[in-house]
């Protein structure tokens, strides 16, 4: 999914998502929303990162 759709689902800017991207952490709120955009549990957007770092 791209940066424009997340940020349209959120109701904030491309900038503002990519911006989350590159966070160390972020809010667990934030978090749940964006993981209900993708289709999945916050818990599979921090084991992800985990594996990718």
């Known amino acids: ?3 424009e759709a997340v940020a349209s689902d959120l109701g ?3 900038q503002t998502v990519s911006a989350m991207e590159n966070r160390e952490t972020i809010d667990r709120d ?12 916050p818990e599979a957007i921090e084991n992800l990162v985990k594996r990718l770092s």
């Not at 978090?31 to 549990?41: F, R």
């Open 1 to 3: 999914m791209k940066q």
């Open 12 to 14: 904030v800017s491309q």
């Open 30 to 41: 934030l978090l749940s929303q964006v993981a209900k955009i993708l289709g999945v549990t």
